[in-house]
């Protein structure tokens, strides 16, 4: 899948939005799953949005539902996470994420992806 670049990230006030992007350099983008994880300080990686090779199967974790969407341009290669009502606790650094071995939305462990973005700042005040 190649080189992962995200963007987007920065700081912002609890309730407000912002959407994180990420450019795969990969030439069979449109075949594997992609995910957004996030890690804060001293914790291991958690998937936060999974997206099915085609866009159709998305995951969630429970404390994002309702208020994070994942979403996907298979012709641009590009996945994509808007973030809205951002909470303080959603502060952590955001990686994207490419699997080899998942096409739907199965992998949810960070062992399960292949290829990993740089990694974005998300900070929310309260």
């Known amino acids: 899948q190649g080189q992962l670049v995200e963007s987007g990230g920065g700081t912002v006030q609890a309730g407000k939005s912002l959407r994180l992007s990420c450019k795969s350099s990969?030439?069979?983008?449109?075949?594997?799953?992609m995910a957004w994880f996030r890690q804060y300080p001293g914790q291991d990686r958690e998937a936060v949005a999974i997206?099915?090779?085609?866009?159709?199967?998305?995951y969630y974790t429970d404390s994002v539902k309702g208020r994070f969407t994942i979403s996907r341009d298979n012709t641009e290669n590009m996945v994509y996470l808007q973030m809205n009502n951002l909470k303080p606790e959603d502060t952590a650094t955001y990686y994207c994420?490419?699997?080899?071995?998942?096409?739907?939305?199965?992998?949810?462990?960070?062992?399960?992806?292949?290829?990993w973005g740089q990694g974005t700042q998300v900070t929310v005040s309260s």
């Open positions: 997206i099915s090779y085609n866009g159709e199967l998305t």
């Open positions: 994420a490419s699997s080899l071995n998942y096409a739907s939305t199965g992998g949810r462990r960070p062992s399960d992806y292949h290829y």
């Open positions: 990969g030439p069979r983008f449109s075949s594997y799953a």
